[in-house]
């Protein structure tokens, strides 16, 4: 059974540091693109990064410069560094996959079959 796992949600001041992990359970992320997407309250997903079986990473104007994704295949774990968090980063953050597709990698949340339960991120002005 495919499962994934975030952790590493918190509370932190404007500017602070947070790095998430997505753990997955019961498949391998060789064939998988992986994306981060996040809810504030009251709004839709938000795609914030993601991250091709290539290793290609993509990101978010908002979060350009200050996220970094990543992963460690032979840990099946998928890493969003978080630095410079400003309050409009604050929500709940999902990590997501797809398998690999010959159009590409969809930055569309809707595209993701599976998905973590989501950790909650605040960030306090």
């Known amino acids: 059974q495919m499962r994934l796992v975030e952790s590493g949600g918190g509370l932190v001041q404007r500017g602070g540091s947070l790095r998430l992990t997505c753990t997955t359970i019961?498949?391998?992320?060789?064939?998988?693109?992986i994306g981060w997407f996040r809810q504030a309250p009251g709004k839709d997903y938000e795609g914030v990064s993601w991250l091709n079986t290539a290793g290609l990473a993509v990101y978010a104007d908002s979060v350009k410069g200050r996220f970094t994704v990543s992963k460690a295949a032979a840990r099946n774990m998928v890493y969003l560094q978080m630095d410079n968090l400003e309050p409009d980063d604050t929500g709940v953050y999902y990590c997501?996959?797809?398998?690999?597709?010959?159009?590409?990698?969809?930055?569309?949340?809707?595209?993701?079959?599976?998905w973590g339960q989501g950790t909650q991120v605040t960030v306090s002005s």
């Open positions: 019961g498949f391998t992320l060789e064939d998988w693109n």
């Open positions: 997501a996959v797809h398998w690999k597709r010959s159009s590409g990698q969809s930055k569309t949340w809707k595209d993701y079959p599976y």
